[in-house]
Structures are given as C-alpha cells and as structure tokens.
C-alpha cells in the first residue's frame, strides 16, 4: 500500500517547450503533495506544496508562473514546467501525504519515482 | 524557517562495522524526523523516524536516537553490508502535516 507514481519517468525536450510531470497517489487519498527538485549529487529541495482544490504554495525562489501546480483531485498533482531551458534539467519527485495517516506515522510523505527531466 | 545540517558529506567503513551518521537542527519546535536512503536515479525510501516524544527507535540493525536538548539526531547502521551504500538524508518536521527540511545528504560507502 502507499504508492506514489510518476509519469513520465524521463523526458527530453527542446528548449522552450513546456513539459507536465503527473503525480498520482495509486491506493489512498492525499489532500496533500509536495513536488521536489533534485540536482545531481544534491539534496532534495522543496518546489512547492500543493493542496487539493486551493492553491499551491510555492517556497521562496520559485517561480509560479513557470512551475505551474494543478491538484485538482485527491489522488493527482500535475507539475507544469513552462518554457523550459537547460538549467531546468533536473530531477522532479513529488510525494504525498495520506489523509487518513496510514504508513505507520502520520506525517510519513509517500515518495514517487521521480521523473528525469532533460531539455536540450 | 528550519535549518538542516548534515556532517560530513561522505563516509567508509569496512563491511561488519558500524556507521553513525549526525544532523542537527535548528528549530525546536521540530517534531519529526525521519531518515532516508536513496540510490542513484531512485526515489527515497524511508528507513527510520523518530517523533520527539521518543529518546530512541530500533529496526533490526538501524537506530535513531534523538536529544532534542542539544537538537540533534543520529542514524546509526550495525552491521553494515555492501547494499547499505547509498545516499542518507535526515530530514526534520514542524508542526503537524507541514514541510519536511531535509539535510544536504551523506554518501555512505561499504567496503567489502
């Protein structure tokens, strides 16, 4: 139980062009996902939080109107990287928090695959 | 906002030894922290956490202790094997259902 998925796993892209990145939560709900940047050999750094039917809440430094977060229903998040350019390039994960707090601990975040995204 | 610090930024040990592994945070009102393994182009796993009501938590050969005086927690690894080498990142937790700030991550290798 708790599986996060994440389509696509990779994608190139033209420099430009704008890339949607899903996030489902396969067997429970999650009012609330996070979606994550991942530089090689870095650490996971916070993109924003995304809250079911509101808004998402971007951290300091990102920009909401070229990463646009849509979390239109309970089991998905979609990620929106618009315009993209090299430096874009990177890894997206996205996580999910179950609303009934199962996994053991309530606060645990239920990681996805990750998608691997190259812009040329 | 929390502050995550995670020393150093690799580690070796021989195979059989034990691995500890040391973050510390800043805001005290943290009360969540868990650990996690990522291998490369893999997605996190959680291996362990630990709520600030509890000193210490035990899984077979991982550990984490907590001293929330001195704000900082510990993964230790008994026992290490090959496979335990991977990426460790610590993470820590305000108030219910919000953030996680994670730590800058440790290369841990296990010599055979």
């Known amino acids: 139980g708790a599986v996060v998925s994440q389509h696509p796993s990779w994608v190139i892209c033209k420099s430009g062009t704008s890339v949607k990145i899903e996030c489902r939560s396969l067997?429970?709900?999650?009012?609330?996902m996070f979606w994550y940047r991942q530089f090689p050999k870095q650490s996971l750094m916070l993109m924003a939080t995304?809250?079911?039917?509101?808004?998402?809440?971007?951290e300091q430094g990102v920009e909401k109107d070229k990463f646009l977060i849509n979390h239109a229903s309970l089991t998905l998040s979609t990620l929106t990287v618009t315009s993209a350019h090299p430096e874009d390039s990177s890894f997206y994960i996205c996580?999910?928090?179950?609303?009934?707090?199962?996994?053991?601990?309530?606060?645990?975040?239920?990681f996805g695959p990750g998608t691997r995204l190259t812009v040329l | 906002g929390e502050n995550v610090e995670q020393h150093p930024s690799t580690l070796s040990v021989q195979e059989g030894d034990s691995a500890v592994i040391k973050c510390t945070y800043s805001d005290s009102a943290s009360n969540y922290f868990p650990w996690y393994k990522q291998e490369l182009g893999k997605r996190p796993q959680l291996i362990i956490d630990?709520?600030?009501?509890?000193g210490e938590k035990k899984d077979q050969r991982i550990a984490v202790t907590l001293n929330k005086t001195a704000k900082h927690f510990s993964l230790h690894i008994t026992e290490t094997q090959p496979e335990d080498s991977a990426v460790y990142f610590c993470a820590a937790q305000g108030r219910a259902n919000s953030k996680l700030t994670f730590g800058k991550g440790i290369t841990l290798s296990v010599r055979p």
């Open positions: 995304s809250n079911e039917g509101s808004k998402a809440t971007y």
């Open positions: 630990i709520r600030s009501n509890v």
């Open positions: 067997d429970f709900q999650a009012t609330t």
């Open positions: 996580s999910a928090r179950d609303i009934e707090g199962r996994g053991g601990s309530y606060n645990e975040q239920f």
